[in-house]
């Protein structure tokens, strides 16, 4: 008897061999002697002494293959044994059929192996879209995280306006009722103090994206291009980087100052104070003089703006100081256009009602990005652009239906009554988690669960439902086909090797 897997079955120095399962040694020319001597049934693979052991056929021509050794001489001619060697002769004689069924064998997988191939590439094609996808996906997120920051700044910048606005309306109203209150709270600068946080937070990104932007260039530009332009904007780079260290030093200053500044703050209760119109007024003035905490505003942000201009290249810098110079969306109640305080007030409650919806609306839309950025695609993200994607299969009675990721439907031919089946949950497979599909929580069975689907996808060039069987009460099981579990040759042996090692076990053919 021809062994294929001769390794295993070399002698010992001494001339012994020893079973598969390390029971016993046994001499070697007791291998195949139609004598069962190792528990496992080892030594014999090409006879039907040992009842549990295993059959090896040889197969030339086609695919070598085991069998069970009780099927030997069964009077059945095996089918995994093309060559016929599982019958000897006594009972009934097997022709070989080894070289037309190995021809058959192969044509079928040169098929395969060109089917698998176009669903290979078509797979690559949903994955290349895919990452082009997360790559839109993050440059929007960025984006957003931006923007909200600049809404929110201007969104403090009305909501110390529209405070600066109710503090004065609120004034002159108890002043002209002479109210009895002889208690006055100096205006908070809480929402001020916050606004120059910002402020300060957006400069200092805007240097390190401009740095980014910058050193990108410088390393990647082609150094055989003689662009003037771009050799003044990385000598202007050059300079820029040798002193971004103290920027970003004189940004943290400042921030610090803020923060003690913050601090300080406190409410003023003045409980002396004279009610009498006239002090009131020249109480007012001396403070509209000074107005401390907008001109520490302007003086910090303005040295910011000011150091900025000198140290940036004048390549980049155009437009961007104008950008960051903060601005007043407000007119000063006390603008000649803008005489009446009420009419302000109107106006500037309108614009924070507006900058809150403009915020909330960026900060759902941050919301639904990240979402997506952190849904399980498949592990190259090979079904983001299969999403919602639909397919259908008419069974007679009934026309089938599954979107990926989607939901899944069953439609009566009769009536085009449609029934929800299920909506997907997870992915679920065994061997290769994303090539089994689990949709639930259908539309409840008469008397009976909520209907479900199982689908079990196997590599396809396109989208396809195969057939649909319900093994079990509302349980429907789909086949289908799709690239996107296509996977080449080389990772599928691999994958094969895989699980034959960790179970163990050889193939196996048994009769039914």
């Not at 396809?464 to 429907?476: F, G, N, T």
Request: glycine fraction near 6%.
């Amino acid at each position: 008897m021809q062994l294929v897997e001769f390794d295993l079955y070399q002698p010992s120095k001494d001339g012994t061999w020893t079973c598969l399962d390390g029971s016993k040694a046994i001499p070697h020319a007791a291998i195949n002697d139609d004598y069962c001597d190792c528990s496992d049934g080892s030594d014999e693979p090409g006879t039907s002494a040992c009842p549990n052991s295993l059959f090896y056929c040889v197969n030339e021509g086609h695919i070598p293959a085991y069998i069970k050794s009780y099927a030997v001489n069964d009077g059945v001619c095996d089918d995994a044994c093309c060559d016929g060697s599982d019958e000897n002769g006594e009972l009934i004689s097997c022709p070989n059929r080894c070289k037309q069924v190995g021809e058959i064998y192969r044509k079928e997988q040169s098929s395969l192996k060109k089917s698998t191939e176009a669903g290979l590439n078509a797979k690559r094609q949903l994955v290349e879209d895919a990452q082009k996808q997360i790559a839109l996906w993050e440059e929007e997120q960025t984006k957003l995280e931006d923007e909200i920051i600049l809404t929110k700044s201007n969104l403090l910048r009305l909501q110390r306006e529209l405070q600066d606005l109710e503090s004065r309306t609120a004034g002159s109203t108890s002043k002209k009722g002479n109210s009895s209150s002889n208690k006055v709270k100096c205006k908070s600068s809480s929402l001020e103090v916050a606004t120059l946080k910002h402020d300060i937070v957006i400069l200092k990104k805007e240097l390190n994206v401009l740095k980014s932007i910058l050193g990108d260039m410088k390393r990647d530009h082609n150094h055989n291009f003689h662009d003037m332009a771009v050799k003044s904007a990385i000598s202007g780079y050059d300079e820029f980087v040798t002193r971004f260290t103290s920027i970003e030093a004189i940004i943290d200053d400042n921030l610090e100052n803020i923060n003690s500044h913050d601090d300080e703050e406190e409410d003023i209760d003045v409980d002396d104070v004279d009610n009498d119109d006239e002090t009131d007024t020249e109480a007012e003035a001396p403070n509209e003089e000074k107005s401390p905490q907008i001109e520490g505003k302007h003086s910090v942000v303005d040295m910011v703006l000011e150091k900025l201009d000198s140290i940036l290249p004048s390549a980049l810098k155009n437009g961007l100081l104008d950008k960051l110079q903060p601005k007043n969306v407000v007119t000063n109640a006390n603008d000649d256009t803008m005489s009446d305080e009420k009419a302000a007030l109107e106006n500037t409650r309108k614009l924070v009602r507006e900058a809150e919806d403009q915020v909330n609306t960026l900060n759902n839309g941050l919301e639904r990005l990240k979402k997506d950025l952190s849904t399980d695609y498949g592990v190259d993200k090979e079904w983001l652009k299969l999403k919602d994607v639909c397919i259908e299969k008419d069974e007679g009675e009934y026309t089938y239906s599954l979107c990926f990721l989607g939901d899944a439907y069953q439609k009566s031919n009769k009536d085009s009554t449609r029934t929800h089946l299920g909506k997907f949950a997870k992915f679920d497979g065994s061997d290769d988690l994303y090539k089994v599909h689990i949709h639930s929580h259908g539309t409840r069975c008469w008397n009976g669960p909520e209907r479900s689907v199982k689908a079990t996808i196997e590599c396809g060039l396109n989208n396809e439902i195969l057939d649909v069987s319900e093994p079990e009460k509302c349980e429907y099981h789909f086949r289908m086909l799709s690239p996107a579990v296509c996977k080449s040759v080389a990772d599928a042996e691999k994958e094969e090797t895989i699980q034959k090692d960790s179970n163990g076990k050889k193939p196996v053919h048994e009769e039914l």
